[in-house]
């Protein structure tokens, strides 16, 4: 009797040890006009979903988002759905476990939720919002990866995440610019900013991000994207991701979404980071 219960206790251990590591699904599919909650009674994934989902397709006008949530217990675990679920290499994985939240793919955003079970509703949804603006990208290239800069995913990523904290009443795009400028301020005294065509893979931009910086990457992409919206527009930069859905050319896709070289653009850049800093 002693030898079964301790089996039965064993098995027990086992399947409990199985569910607490097991990531949890939420799904996404949230239809234009769908009514958005009110941010103060959000308190769960679903609905801060359905909230950031109803400003990327009735405010920004994106294509329709279905993708599901993948919620994983702990950055160990986190790694192995890198692996297993967007085909990242060990060590790459592992790479990104240690500093991502969370990275978002074709259709599916994978997240460490013992990171985002520290931060606010607010902190969260910005988080969501950044990386479903990823998921979006691979939409428009029709789930291809494609070879769109880094720099550019990851700047519009944080774009569209600040409109959305706007759009919600949870912080104002103006705040959030004037902290990525000061934090590019803060760090330009300490060192110097990579090329936008230095941060150009995913691999290039992990390594920088873990050498440099968020400061040095995330801040300067931001403020890289913000500046060619301003001067052409939120159209532009959908056709951008859209061209890679029929050709890998990203400096001809760049040219013929923005009307300029990308060489040229980041002359311009260039010129403007520094006065935008005060240099």
């Given amino acids: 009797m002693q030898r079964s ?3 039965l206790s064993l098995v027990a251990g086992m399947l409990l040890a199985e569910c607490v590591s097991a990531p949890r699904v939420v799904p996404i599919s949230v239809a234009a006009g769908t009514l958005r909650a009110s941010t103060d009674r959000i308190n769960d994934y679903p609905d801060a ?14 294509p329709r988002v279905e993708a599901s949530l993948i919620l994983y217990p702990n950055a160990d675990v986190f790694k192995s759905g890198l692996v297993e679920e967007l085909g990242y290499e060990q060590t790459l994985a592992a790479q990104t476990a240690g500093f991502a939240w969370g990275v978002g793919g074709h259709k599916k955003v994978l997240a460490n939720e013992s990171h985002l079970s520290r931060q606010g509703w607010p902190e969260r949804i910005r988080f969501l ?4 603006t990823h998921t979006i990208q691979y939409g428009l290239a029709n789930g291809r990866r494609s070879t769109s800069d880094q720099w550019f995913r990851e700047g519009f990523a944080d774009w569209v995440s600040y409109r959305v904290l706007e759009a919600l009443g949870l912080d104002t795009y103006a705040r959030r610019r004037q902290t990525r400028i000061d934090q590019a301020g803060r760090a330009r005294q300490r060192q110097t900013f990579p090329s936008l065509t230095e941060m150009v893979s995913f691999r290039d931009w992990t390594t920088l991000r873990i ?28 056709k951008y991701f859209e061209l890679f859905s029929r050709s890998n050319d990203r400096l001809a896709n760049f040219e013929a979404a923005f009307g ?15 006065r935008l800093l005060g240099r």
Avoid: N
Avoid at 129 to 132: F, K, Q, S, T
Avoid at 215 to 232: G, K, M, N, S
């Fill in 5 to 7: 219960t301790g089996f």
């Fill in 49 to 62: 979903l359905a909230a950031i989902v109803s400003v990327l397709t009735d405010d920004l006008r994106f």
């Fill in 129 to 132: 919002a950044h990386e479903l």
């Fill in 211 to 238: 050498t440099l910086g968020g400061e040095a990457t995330y801040a300067q992409a931001f403020l890289a994207v913000d500046f060619l919206i301003e001067r052409r527009g939120l159209p532009a930069v959908i």
């Fill in 260 to 274: 300029e070289g990308i060489a040229e653009y980041e002359q311009e850049f260039s010129g403007y980071f520094d």
